[in-house]
């Protein structure tokens, strides 16, 4: 694999990990609000932060 594919691969681990970072910190905070549309959010981005961490998994592989 050439050196500049394995820059742009580090690159995007590192952007998704981000995104994943603030996907979790940002359904935390929402967990102390109250009633269903909170719940939603919450559980909704919870599911991107886990795709995100899925999406790595299979960077890594490459």
Request: charged residues 30%; positive net charge; proline residues 0%.
């Amino acid at each position: 694999m050439k050196s500049q594919t394995k820059t742009i691969i580090a690159e995007m681990l590192e952007e998704s990990n981000q995104i994943q970072k603030e996907l979790d910190s940002i359904a935390s905070e929402l967990m102390s609000f109250k009633g269903i549309g909170a719940d939603n959010c919450t559980r909704m981005l919870k599911k991107m932060a886990d795709e995100y961490r899925q999406m790595r998994n299979q960077l890594k592989n490459v």
